[in-house]
């Protein structure tokens, strides 16, 4: 019998015994699970059951308390909570159901009791004390009914029956019945677990003795059938020893007749052992070796010529075996010796470097090396050559060479100073350009790092060291760093310095390498670059945003100590915008230099000066005890003010306006600081310029209100709202309109008419006089001149425009004075029909450049009038030097002209004045007949005001002129 069948029979046997085994261990082990599950399935059945219903008692007994104590708290308001009564309805069927189902289980459950009567007994039993259990059931839900209808009329009544009957019922006889069933059932439950465990027990002594019985028979056949097969496969074993040691005549000694693989395997091993006394290697085998090395072989004998070629050879020389065979060596070499067989001869071993010839006459670059065949009588027998072929190698070296070359280029070529640092060595490389911008020659620092460190300003060594630290614990991090560095010459340096990190195959760091470049000027470049961004350009003084930085420090101390305490001071020049127009911007800037001195010289290390732009500087004052310190500041400052200019060989004198915001803890952005101070200096300018003013609260409302005004006033001019008012200027001693003054109102769509003197001045700061100014002047002009057409008594009358000092400064621009002639002649208005009006205050201090502008609107043949006049007494001086035509008395001396003292000689001068230099007077804000009859007394020969008529629209106007000339004269009563 064959092996395979030896072990299949025995495999089969013990297979049979074994499912038999199982068989009988199955089915016993599924009776045990069924009586198992049995007992658990109904005792979790049972226990849930009874468990869930003792719950849902307590549960209705729980909520029937509180049920009875809310409807007490709510004083028998409160109705029954129908939501617990349907819960209460819903809970009672789920006992019931339960009880029905155990009933159920108990009737159609099979009990594995060991006899039938105990059976029939326990069935009668448990049955009989479920019924027990409904009957107090139906019990506890008629008397759970009583308390629930006695609750609705009388909760105490109610509550007393349910702790009397209900509650006592369920404590005495429901669930004692409960706990009666459920001993009864543990009880029954622990006498099956036993008839359980004793029949486990038998059944588990059976199964452990047949397999006893089943393990002795497998071992049994399992001694046989090794038998059988172990001793001749150690007669294999030893013949296959000897045949190693190389005793080839050794014979197997086993039995000839075995017709297993056995046998079959014997006969092998001793045709075998026959095949290998003839030839130990065959032929082809040994052709297949040399075939597949890569490297070319070719063996020549003594005389050169070719015996034998490998498939590498054929590959890498191009030709077939048969074309190689029988030719001499020297055919596929390249480079010839001198001596022809000199590359053939015995004495030609060891290696060399030369070149193949392929068959297309390509050179091929090969390794070569030769030895010598010695055959059995050590005779040489040919020559063995292997080439290989170097070409890829060749050319691998080669970009090697070049990529150093590159390298060693690029390192003299770069401005970068190239490190490279060996960590298993602890030697560090450092490129000549690296060590030649510190200052030292090529030889001249050691590969230590040491060389480097040191130089390293103390200061940044520590986050220097850091980095190269996490380099080295994190292959693949870069860093970056830039830090002083100390040059030869003793000097520091500013360096950038890169470097990463180069893991080896494990991924361990063993060196960092990187590049060091001197960005000293480009360093003091960004220095010089951040100076400029926070600094201002003329004066060298911090700027806005250097200014706001250090508010914020102050600010943030002032935050976390109460008791810090700091001011903000903002400076505006006062007639700074008018200097730098009228004199140049280059004049301007020398002011502002001059300014900055002046204020440098009140201050000391304490004070930080800062100039926003223009003409506004800011000076924040550092640890101030009170409010005085800074008031008194103010006031040096305007001191040093004091003292005159000297601008183009000109005396010029400057004032400047001041705000002052003391810190406060309602501030919390420096924004609002520095709009408060600035709030501040605009109400002193507002309140008569070279003041200081202290920031109150009401300022801030006072300029939003300025700021509505200013928004308003703006689309006022986009939607017409402004509208023209004339004022008649009326010759005295024929009591005839002369001429009309015209003054603008704004009729506001919510506020009404709103005076010049509220939005005025509100203009003139804004810079909106300057559109507002050339509005009036076209519209009154053209209004002018459609009276003088259509009315005879008007065609005389002229026409007076006040022209804003803003406007003023505009006309050194020949274009603006182009301006008004433009506007003339749009209107149709002679030029000599309109007088522009000029305030004194524009004249005092500006002779020298006022009197070229007057001048060229003189040119026109308009009319000019000095306004105000007499507020100014300095102008005296330089009234003959003014082109003017007409004087207006400020009203200011015409109120007090009846009162007698220096007002009414003042314009009895002014009058004197006027006539010798032959120009014309018009006394402003004449209001009573005796003002009148004074300056009839005094020979003024022009008055306007209230006593004639208030400023009255373009219909009035018309209303006037038409009974002008129906009467032909001006009566007063009119």
Not at 273 to 291: A, G, R
Not at 316 to 327: A, F, M, N, R, V
Not at 641 to 647: A, I, S, T, V
């Amino acid at each position: 019998m064959k092996i395979a069948q030896k072990l299949s029979l025995g495999f089969l046997c013990t297979s049979f015994i074994l499912a038999i085994l199982g068989g009988f261990t199955l089915k016993t082990n599924m009776k045990i699970e069924q009586e198992t599950d049995h007992v658990v399935n109904h005792t979790l059945v049972e226990t849930e059951n009874f468990a869930t219903i003792v719950d849902h008692f307590l549960e209705i007994d729980d909520e029937c308390h509180e049920l009875y104590i809310e409807i007490v708290h709510s004083n028998g308001q409160n109705k029954l909570n129908y939501s617990t009564l349907t819960q209460f309805e819903e809970i009672l069927l789920e006992i019931e159901q339960k009880l029905a189902n155990s009933k159920k289980s108990e009737l159609a459950t099979p009990h594995h009791s060991t006899t039938q009567d105990k059976q029939l007994i326990k069935n009668y039993r448990d049955l009989q004390l479920l019924e027990q259990i409904e009957t107090e059931f139906a019990v506890y839900q008629k008397n759970l009914q009583t308390y629930l209808d006695m609750l609705a009329v009388d909760p105490n009544a109610a509550y007393q029956f349910y702790v009397d009957t209900t509650d006592k019922h369920l404590e005495n006889q429901f669930l004692p019945l409960i706990k009666k069933y459920q001993d009864l059932h543990f009880q029954q439950l622990k006498s099956e677990a036993i008839d359980v465990e004793q029949s486990l027990s038998q059944e588990n002594l059976l199964i452990g003795l047949f397999i006893v019985i089943s393990i002795a028979i497998a071992l049994g056949l399992g001694l046989i059938i090794s038998e059988s097969i172990a001793k001749p496969i150690k007669e294999l074993e030893k013949t296959a020893i000897q045949i190693k040691h190389g005793k080839l005549n050794t014979i197997l000694a086993m039995e000839t007749n075995r017709k297993d693989e056995l046998g079959l395997l014997a006969q092998s091993f001793n045709e075998m052992i026959h095949s290998l006394k003839s030839s130990t290697v065959s032929k082809s085998f040994l052709d297949n070796i040399l075939d597949s090395m890569l490297d070319s072989l070719i063996v020549v004998n003594l005389q050169g010529k070719i015996q034998k070629v490998n498939r590498a050879t054929i590959n890498l020389l191009g030709y077939q075996d048969h074309e190689l065979i029988g030719t001499n060596l020297l055919s596929v070499i390249a480079d010839k010796p001198l001596d022809d067989w000199a590359w053939c001869s015995p004495n030609f071993l060891g290696s060399h470097d030369l070149n193949y010839l392929n068959k297309d006459g390509t050179k091929i670059p090969v390794a070569f090396s030769s030895s010598i065949i010695i055959n059995d009588q050590n005779e040489a027998n040919g020559i063995v050559c292997l080439a290989r072929d170097v070409t890829e190698k060749n050319l691998a070296e080669k970009a090697l060479k070049e990529s150093e070359e590159r390298y060693a280029l690029a390192s003299r070529a770069t401005n970068d100073g190239l490190w490279d640092w060996n960590l298993r060595t602890k030697q560090i490389y450092f490129s000549p350009r690296w060590k030649f911008i510190l200052g030292y020659e090529e030889n001249s620092l050691r590969n230590s790092p040491d060389e480097w460190f040191k130089r390293v300003h103390p200061e940044y060594l520590e986050e220097l060291s850091r980095l190269t630290t996490t380099s080295i614990q994190n292959s693949s991090a870069h860093f970056e760093i830039s830090y002083p560095m100390q040059h030869r010459d003793g000097s520091y340096r500013w360096m950038l310095c890169r470097g990463i990190a180069v893991p080896d195959e494990q991924g361990e760091v063993y060196r960092l390498i990187g590049s060091q470049a001197d960005i000293t000027n480009s360093r003091q470049a960004l220095e010089q670059l951040r100076h400029d961004a926070l600094h201002d350009k003329l004066t060298g003084l911090p700027n806005r945003a250097y200014f706001l930085e250090e508010l914020q420090k102050s600010l943030q101390m002032a935050l976390s100590d109460l008791e810090h305490q700091f001011a903000v001071m903002f400076l505006d020049l006062d007639r700074f915008k008018y200097i730098n127009d009228s004199l140049g911007h280059q004049a301007g800037d020398k002011l502002l230099l001059e300014f900055v001195r002046r204020l440098q010289t009140c201050l000391s290390h304490e004070y930080f000066l800062a100039r926003l732009g223009g003409d506004e500087f800011t000076i924040l004052v550092r640890k101030i005890k009170c409010l005085d310190d800074v008031t008194q500041l103010a006031q040096v400052i305007h001191k040093q003010l004091q003292l005159p200019f000297y601008l183009q060989k000109q005396e010029v004198f400057v004032s400047s306006s001041i705000g002052i915001v003391m810190s406060d803890d309602r501030y919390e952005q420096v924004d609002d600081l520095l709009r408060d101070a600035d709030t501040a200096m605009y109400q002193a300018k507002a309140s008569g310029k070279g003041r200081y003013q202290v920031f109150e609260q009401g300022m801030y409302q006072k300029v939003k209100t300025i700021l509505g005004i200013e928004n308003d006033l703006r689309r006022a001019l986009e939607k017409s709202e402004l509208v023209i008012f004339y004022q008649p200027i009326v010759k005295l001693n024929s009591r005839k309109i002369d001429a009309f003054e015209a003054v603008v109102r704004w009729l506001h769509p919510q506020k009404g008419i709103i005076s010049p003197g509220d939005f005025i001045p509100i203009a003139e700061e804004t810079g909106l006089i300057v559109p507002l100014g050339w509005y009036v002047l076209e519209q009154a002009c053209a209004q002018m001149h459609q009276w003088q057409k259509k009315y005879q008594v008007a065609s005389s009358m002229s026409l007076s425009v006040n022209l804003s000092p803003l406007q003023l400064e505009k006309f050194e621009n020949q274009d603006n004075c182009q301006l008004v002639s433009q506007i003339l002649h749009k209107t149709g208005l002679e030029p000599s029909s309109l007088s522009l009006e000029i305030t004194e205050s524009t004249v005092i201090g500006n002779v020298e450049q006022i009197v070229p502008l007057l001048q060229k609107l003189k040119d026109l043949g308009l009319k000019l009038s000095l306004d105000d006049f007499g507020t100014g007494y300095s102008s005296l001086s330089y009234l003959h030097r003014l082109p003017i035509d007409t004087l207006k008395i400020d009203r200011a001396f015409i109120n007090s002209i009846n009162l007698g003292g220096h007002h009414l000689e003042l314009v009895n001068t002014i009058v004197t004045l006027a006539e010798r230099l032959q120009l014309k007077v018009i006394a402003e804000g004449v209001e009573t007949m005796e003002q009148f009859t004074t300056l009839e007394e005094l020979n003024c020969a022009y008055g306007q005001g209230y006593l004639f008529s208030k400023p009255i629209n373009g219909e009035g106007v018309e209303v006037l002129l038409e009974t002008m000339e129906q009467v032909n004269k001006w009566q007063l009563s009119n």
